[in-house]
């Protein structure tokens, strides 16, 4: 149990363009989902933390404008590159949180691998 | 603020050997502390975690004890496998941060026969 997918696994778009990144809770309901983004040989670097049906919670020096999160019901978490540069190309990693405890456990999904030409 | 600093990688090591990944932490109060490993192609999965000060985490012949007083949570494997390759991040999250993980920066782990 307590599987958490991501589509697409890749994509490749062109510069100017929006992107958007699914995250969903397989077998599970998520109250809090986050975004993390992972650089070559670098750390997950938090970017939002989302609770369903309200705004999500952006980390200091992330663009919200940019990058738009919406966390529609308790399985599903959108992650939207807007206007998208070669800046941007990363590994975006989604997680999703079940309960509402202080060490509740994330689980994470496989990521996606964005390429912005 | 919070910070996990752990050894740079890669390590490699030959099937058997004794493995150790150092990791040291920063942060305010009584974090929860985690090891996550990830295979290649796959996502980030929970290995071992602890709670609190002298709590020790163990999973797959994996485990790590949390000190205090030394602000580590050194991750050890008496016999690695070929299997065992991975990336291994060390974690923290603090229990005033709303479940939010801070992250090292990765250590790689390569396993040679």
């Known amino acids: 149990g307590a599987v958490v997918s991501q589509h697409p696994s890749w994509v490749i778009c062109k510069s100017g363009t929006s992107v958007k990144i699914e995250c969903r809770s397989l077998d599970f309901q998520a109250t809090t989902m986050f975004w993390y983004r992972q650089f070559p040989k670098q750390s997950l670097m938090l970017m939002a933390t989302s609770n369903e049906g309200s705004k999500a919670t952006y980390e200091q020096g992330v663009e919200k404008d940019k990058f738009l999160i919406n966390h529609a019901s308790l399985t599903l978490s959108t992650l939207t590159v807007t206007s998208a540069h070669p800046e941007d190309s990363s590994f975006y990693i989604c997680s999703a949180q079940r309960g509402d405890y202080a060490i509740s456990e994330q689980y994470f999904g496989p990521g996606t691998r964005l390429t912005v030409t | 603020g919070n910070s996990v600093t752990q050894m740079e990688g890669p390590v490699t090591l030959s099937e058997e050997a004794f493995l150790t990944i150092n990791c040291t932490y920063t942060?305010?109060?009584?974090?929860?502390l985690f090891w996550y490993v990830q295979y290649p192609g796959e996502g980030l999965q929970l290995l071992l975690k602890?709670?609190?000060?002298?709590d020790k985490g163990s999973n797959k012949g994996f485990e790590a004890t949390y000190r205090k007083e030394t602000t580590s949570f050194h991750l050890e494997k008496g016999s690695v496998q070929v299997s065992d390759s991975a990336v291994y991040f060390c974690?923290?999250?603090?229990?005033?941060?709303?479940?939010?993980?801070?992250f090292g920066t990765g250590t790689q782990l390569k396993v040679e026969l």
């Open positions: 602890a709670t609190k000060a002298d």
């Open positions: 942060a305010t109060g009584y974090p929860s």
């Open positions: 974690a923290l999250s603090g229990r005033g941060g709303g479940n939010k993980l801070t």
